[in-house]
């Protein structure tokens, strides 16, 4: 079962602006992470933010946890069209190793 | 440094054959983790490995089986492929404990006839 749900689920802006995706899960977490995937790749790791955490900065990305709500938040500045690609949040719970995935934020930077 | 390679990348089976993905990594990492990705979803965890010699059962096992009898390789097979094992497999590894980035390889494309 899916413990994140990502909001939206696509995401087409223009080149410059600003590109904000949301996270939400269920249980609690030992920490949170964000992943990119580019078309037709594999998934490169972003940003972790651990359960203590309420916000972490990484070059272009911001991304936010609120542990109360159970959602987390990824902010792109200032894009790109180098960020079109598929965005994933995993959590992890702490249990057996394991990540657990939501189905993606589709972004689209229109040139 | 290669990272993380899987084995072929692309494959075409028929109902009921068998197959294995081969997993290898270079980064003497611990974890290893076999996961599925089908349209309009994310990842599912077939099955994972905390070490040279152990493997477990993740989210959706059946059908599939692994070994790691070596800690950089990581096998994942298939003994009797079905339609709904159609999808892009990924392969991924972990340093290990206190380490949780996951590092991915670029996937194996699967189509089950």
């Known amino acids: 079962s899916q413990q994140g749900e990502e909001d939206p689920q696509a995401l087409s802006i223009q080149e410059g602006e600003n590109a904000t995706m949301n996270c939400s899960y269920k249980?609690?977490?030992?920490?949170l992470q964000w992943y990119r995937q580019n078309s037709g790749r594999g998934l490169v790791h972003l940003i972790l933010?651990?359960?203590n955490e309420r916000e972490k900065h990484s070059g272009r990305l911001r991304v936010t946890l609120d542990t109360s709500k159970k959602s987390s938040s990824l902010l792109i500045t200032a894009s790109r069209a180098a960020d079109t690609a598929s965005y994933f949040c995993a959590t992890d719970a702490g249990s057996n190793y394991q990540l657990i995935w939501g189905a993606g934020t589709k972004l689209i930077i229109k040139p | 440094n290669a990272g993380v390679t899987q084995t072929p990348k692309f494959r075409v089976l028929k109902t009921g054959q068998s197959m294995t993905l081969l997993c290898a990594q270079d980064?003497?990492?611990?974890?290893m983790y076999w996961y599925r990705q089908d349209p309009g979803m994310g990842l599912r965890l077939i099955h994972y490995s905390v070490g040279e010699g152990t493997t477990a059962k993740g989210e959706v096992p059946d059908g599939y089986n692994v070994s790691r009898l070596k800690k950089q390789n990581f096998l994942l097979g298939l003994e009797s492929a079905a339609p709904s094992q159609t999808s892009v497999y990924f392969c991924?590894?972990?340093?290990?404990?206190?380490?949780?980035?996951?590092?991915f390889g670029p996937g194996t494309r699967l189509l089950v006839l």
């Open positions: 980064m003497n990492h611990e974890y």
């Open positions: 249980t609690s977490i030992n920490n």
């Open positions: 933010i651990r359960s």
């Open positions: 991924a590894s972990r340093p290990g404990t206190g380490k949780e980035t996951q590092y």
